[in-house]
């Protein structure tokens, strides 16, 4: 094994040296590689190499002296800079070329620094423009480091009133401005309401959302009342609660908290360049003020966006780079697939292919590595092992249920065959009031490539 570190050093080096010149400060960084490479082939340390072409010393990381880590720093120095290394591998007598990915580069910073938000827009470009299997594979390491990687957390989502929206949002077949032949309904009454909270907890669902079609909640007095009441309720039947009722003032966000909501819905859609192809009747500053008062009043944070809008990728890029440079991430990330509804001005998108969602949530779950990232609509055209590669690329939420508001969602059954194939389990719920966890990339840091 030693042999393939003395192996990538020397290469590393003499690429180095041929294409750059060392100058005497490099001199010494050489002379100062040599010598780590050196101690580490005397101390016998296991040394596995990884497909990114860095090398791991997890298991031995700890027993690294302080000068030795300093020189694997120096290491770590020069990956970014040189993106392939020639090495040969120490499982094989072939020599092998691997590329070191931005994904491969961004997920190890991830892992070894925890969450973070002063992402660049183009940091987050080269992650999710990476070759998708590497940003695959990283998307899931980061899960790993994060998240118990076989929970996921089942939802359910109940339209409590549908249609009649005064909004535009071209996607939505419950805008009263697009003819898609759905009915506007009253606020649904608490037994129904009830009752179908009741069927999702024996399903195993664990969050309860409840969605109006509603632009706010703005002189709707009595109707947002018995919204907190169904609310505790169901917070009282021993469920997360979670409500998208459009925009919200700073008193209501109070109330909800007080009611006992766990979160709030209310995604950005897509990016600031493109949301006014998308919506005119209110802005994304909109969107962000209602998302800030939510946070300040101490509830969770549901916010996401919908790919195949029409939208180019540096769109879906530019949603992500607002959710990951907020003061502090969403606890949920829902990723939707649009579902082209006849009537509204988007009918004839061309449906998203899975490759484009496993990029998003790959790009989501390292650029946001504790959300909870939803595969939300359009779950139901994936396959079985499609949705695998979504859990895979770090998807670790679901709604489960009939319908997703109004349009069709994924068989009760069929998921639950899938969660028994894939080896899935429910995630709980958490109504603890502390902030989520620490992040396990933390007690991770000496396992991390370097
Ligand atoms: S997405 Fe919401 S706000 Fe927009 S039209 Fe539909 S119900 Fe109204």
């Not at 360049?273 to 939510?294: F, W």
Request: proline letters at 4%; charged letters at 25%.
């Amino acid at each position: 094994m030693f042999h393939g570190v003395v192996v990538v050093g020397v290469n590393f080096l003499a690429f180095v040296s041929r294409t750059h010149g060392l100058k005497k400060k490099e001199e010494e960084q050489r002379r100062t590689l040599k010598q780590g490479c050196v101690w580490l082939k005397k101390h016998t340390l296991s040394l596995n190499f990884q497909n990114s072409g860095q090398f791991n010393c997890s298991a031995s990381f700890r027993k690294l002296s302080a000068k030795v880590r300093k020189k694997m720093q120096i290491i770590r120095c020069f990956q970014p800079r040189f993106r392939s290394l020639i090495i040969k591998s120490p499982f094989s007598s072939s020599t092998s070329s691997f590329c070191s990915s931005a994904a491969a580069i961004q997920a190890e910073r991830t892992i070894r620094d925890g969450p973070r938000n002063d992402w660049s827009k183009d940091e987050i470009k080269s992650v999710y423009d990476s070759p998708v299997l590497d940003l695959l594979f990283h998307g899931a390491q980061v899960h790993r480091h994060a998240h118990n990687f076989r929970e996921v957390q089942q939802c359910t989502l109940l339209s409590v009133k549908t249609g009649g929206c005064s909004e535009d949002c071209s996607y939505c077949p419950q805008s009263s401005r697009y003819d898609t032949g759905l009915k506007a309904q009253k606020l649904m009454n608490k037994d129904a309401v009830l009752e179908a909270a009741e069927k999702a907890k024996e399903a195993g669902s664990t969050r309860f959302c409840m969605g109006a079609a509603w632009r706010d909640t703005v002189g709707r007095k009595t109707n947002f009342n018995q919204i907190l009441e169904y609310v505790k309720e169901i917070r009282g039947m021993g469920m997360e609660v979670c409500c998208t009722l459009g925009m919200l003032e700073k008193q209501q966000a109070v109330e909800l908290k007080k009611a006992g909501l766990t979160a709030y819905n209310h995604n950005l859609d897509t990016s600031r360049e493109y949301y006014p192809n998308i919506i005119t009747t209110r802005s994304y500053d909109d969107r962000l003020e209602t998302l800030q008062l939510v946070r300040e009043a101490g509830i969770s944070v549901c916010s996401g966006g919908i790919i195949g809008l029409g939208e180019a990728e540096d769109d879906r890029v530019g949603l992500l780079h607002t959710l990951a440079t907020l003061p502090t991430h969403p606890e949920s990330v829902p990723i939707n697939a649009l579902i082209a509804v006849k009537g509204t001005p988007l009918q004839d998108q061309k449906p998203v292919e899975i490759w484009e969602m496993i990029r998003m949530i790959a790009t989501a779950r390292i650029v946001m590595p504790k959300a909870m990232v939803r595969l939300s609509a359009g779950r139901v055209r994936f396959s079985m092992s499609e949705q695998a590669l979504c859990f895979l690329a770090g998807a670790n939420s679901i709604f489960t249920g009939e319908k997703l508001l109004t349009t069709p969602n994924n068989d009760f059954d069929a998921d639950q065959m899938m969660f028994k194939v894939l080896g899935l389990t429910p995630k709980p719920p958490k109504f603890s009031e502390e902030p989520v966890r620490a992040f396990e990339g933390e007690r991770c840091q000496e396992a991390v490539s370097i």
